[in-house]
Nanobody, 124 residues
């Protein structure tokens, strides 16, 4: 059974850093699109950053470029999101998502599998 488990959220002051981790298990393919999305209560889930498990190429939403970095460790089947210089507007529940189509666009509506989410709160 496919499963995504996120960790690493928490409370941090503005300007601080957090690293989120997402470990995948149960997927029969090792070539898919994986990414980080976030959602604030009452709003739609939005894409933050995505990548493919094979090859290069990453996507970042404009507001996080230069502050967030997505990376992967294929041996551990884990994807990371390093978040630096966090801002209050980054506060949200962050979800890890997978689309088995490796070429999928980084759009929440396209993704098929989701983790349980981890809360990130940026506040002084």
């Amino acid at each position: 059974q496919e499963q995504l488990v996120e960790s690493g959220g928490g409370l941090v002051q503005p300007g601080g850093s957090l690293r989120l981790s997402c470990t995948a298990s149960g997927f029969t393919s090792d070539n898919y699109a994986i990414g980080w999305f976030r959602q604030v209560s009452g709003k739609e889930r939005e894409a933050v950053s995505c990548m493919r498990t094979r090859g290069s190429g990453t996507y970042y939403r404009h507001s996080v470029k230069g502050r967030f970095t997505i990376s992967r460790d294929n041996a551990k089947k884990t994807v990371y999101l390093q978040m630096n210089n966090l801002k209050p507007e980054d506060t949200a529940v962050y979800y890890c998502g997978v689309d088995l189509r490796w070429y999928a666009e980084c759009e929440a509506g396209e993704y098929d599998y989701w983790g349980q989410g981890t809360q990130v709160t940026v506040s002084s």
